[in-house]
């Protein structure tokens, strides 16, 4: 039940955002992610973006993975 | 789609797992919370992949599983009552409580909405002023913000029929009773992703401080789970338990401080009731007092004339514990299957029951 899947914003109006799913758009409350800005992708969790994914740390993540083993 | 696919690379998942067998001598039992990872792990197989020392044991993560009998009875209660609109997550409404589920209560004629958020429920109300509109707050710690942000926009809006009766649950808590019942013995936690988004990983620091117990914050997908053990692997073979983040892009160790704030806005903790558990002092949230207008529970009169009935043979409490799998359950895939459940862990979608029905038990 604690389902979040990453969305991408395309744009902001007040509290309420536009975000992209895997190619379809769905509206999202951004009250609990004050600081989310339009290009940031938000973890939505029943129509709430519950946080801003960290990309930096993402690719950070997915760059030791290719890189294990090969060490 | 990005952020997910990344997470799915069988060659680095290999490589995990190489790294998993290589480093895991000692024997290890570990115990994943939340039943977003319990179907993780069974979809991809994860407990097959492991080697034979790892054991992997399922938690009582699923909040739908952990709804007390006697707390459904009230919702359904609430829902007969002469033109109530109730709305709710999907995952609730098949659940059986001692009478009925909520589904056989919309069969006869209660007006019963399935919703994906509490906006939804909000349009609801907004559209039917007449009707009072009770949203039905079940969830862990992801989930009460937005019913707190929901609440707090009802009162921006000033809407005067919405209502939300709060069932909802705390994490650390409960996992704290289980390690104190001595009824298990742990190596290791996986400790949920998207609670910890919220409470932040530092909220399990009394864990290996208390208890010696490694612990990292796993994501959800099958790197995500690999690159969790492979730390708790790393802090069991060092003797150096800690908890760590395998979900950085998601999870810091302070957690989302805006959503802890209007959580602590509108609702103060409480006891909760947990299935097969029983009643946790500070393992709930209720509404507090600035908010009563908003309260299901203080608006209506919610009647229960009979006492609770536990579906009979039904192991989900000792399963929500660790201390049972569903194997050991005599009814499991003969007279309780997902068309014809007996126990909500075989109904919810995240259920262990549900989970091994689909997937197969795995060992361990
Ligand atoms: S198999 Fe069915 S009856 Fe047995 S514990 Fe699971 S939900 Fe309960």
Known sequence: MCLAVPALIKSIEGNQAEVDMAGTSYKASITLTPGARVGDY?????????????????????????????? | MKFVDEFRNSQSGKKLIDRIVQRSKKPARLMEFCGGHTVAIFKYG?????????????????????????????VIALSRLPGITTATFG?????????????????????IRVVYSTLDALDIARKNPDRPV???????????????ASILQAEAEGLKNYYVISLHKLTPPVTKVLLDSGEIRLDGIVCPGHVSTIIGSQAWDFIPQNYSIACAVSGFEPLDILYCVSLLVEQIESSQPKVEIAYPRAVRPEGNRQALKLMEQVFEVCPANWRGIGTLPGSGLRIRNEFAAFDAERAFDI???????EPAGCLCGAILRGVATPLDCKLFGAACTPEQPVGPCMVSSEGTCAAYYHFGGGHG
Do not use: W
């Open chain 1, 42 to 71: 938000v973890l939505l969790h029943t129509g709430y973006a519950i946080q801003i994914v960290d990309q930096k740390e993402a690719q950070e993540t997915i760059r030791m993975f290719q890189e294990m083993g090969m060490v």
């Open chain 2, 46 to 74: 994860i407990r097959q992949l492991l080697p034979p020392n790892i054991e992997m044991l399922s938690g009582p993560g699923c909040p739908v599983c952990v709804t007390a009998t006697e707390d459904l009875d009230r």
């Open chain 2, 91 to 111: 995952d609730l409404l098949k659940i059986p409580s001692s009478r009925s589920s909520l589904q056989e209560a919309r069969a006869e004629g209660s007006d």
């Open chain 2, 134 to 148: 009770v949203f039905v707050g079940i969830g862990f710690e992801t989930t009460a913000p937005t019913i707190a």
């Open chain 2, 303 to 309: 009647r229960v004339e009979e006492p609770p009935k």
